[in-house]
């Protein structure tokens, strides 16, 4: 198992799995000030969003990690990383599954002890564009999933065949909560793809760059 398995600033893709599915959402203009994006009752904000590309930029730098190509990308990255958490949790609450603190602190000791000590937990984070105020948030994603796995496919068997089939109940518990939810995305960081599950990115050229 990789430490980040979820290729993080690409679904960031990401949680483990679940975070590059696809899922039923709208997009369109956030209704409030402030807000970055809605998913049913819950507001991502502009500020909370804004402190967590800052604290990946600055964790990069003090790492000495190389200047990212996609730099650019991390603000509408990391707002999809809030968007499909907050899907993910709605997911958890419709399938009845609850985690404890235990959970969280089981899967963080197995974090760092993958990595070989807690000294390599930021620039494991900052390689893996996760800002160190959000790794709880990726703790939780992370037990989440595995716990919807588990009762959405009881009878899936150990091993890789058995992970595809936990795997694809997270993917359609996440789907469900999708179409239960309304996602509205402000326009400023892209259009919701509700076939992708993501955020594309506006194209302000109109047409005029082609890639």
């Known amino acids: 198992m990789k430490v980040f398995g979820r290729s993080h600033r690409g679904r960031v893709a990401g949680v483990a799995g679940v975070l590059a599915l696809a899922l039923v959402g709208l997009s369109g203009c956030s209704s409030s000030v402030g807000v970055a994006a809605s998913v049913g009752g819950q507001k991502i904000t502009i500020d909370q969003l804004q402190t967590s590309v800052k604290s990946i930029t600055a964790a990069r730098k003090a790492a000495s990690l190389p200047v990212d190509a996609k730099a650019s990308d991390l603000p509408r990255n ?48 900052a390689n893996a564009g996760i800002a160190a105020s959000d790794f709880a948030l990726y703790l939780r994603d ?11 496919a009881p009878t899936a068997p150990a091993g890789a065949t058995g992970d595809q089939a936990r795997g694809a109940a997270v993917q359609k518990a996440v789907l469900d909560a999708g179409q239960k939810s309304k996602v509205i ?14 955020i594309i990115a506006v194209d302000t050229t109109g047409g005029a760059v082609q890639k």
């Open 78 to 125: 990391q707002l999809r990383f809030f968007v499909l958490s907050a899907l993910l949790k709605a997911a958890a609450t419709t399938n009845g599954v609850t985690i404890s603190q235990t959970d969280i602190d089981a899967r963080r000791k197995a974090i760092i002890d993958q990595l070989g000590g807690e000294a390599k937990l930021p620039n494991a984070l």
């Open 185 to 198: 995305i402000n326009p400023r960081y892209g259009t919701w793809d509700a076939t992708k599950a993501d």
């Open 142 to 152: 992370v037990a989440f999933e595995a716990k919807i796995g588990a009762i959405a």
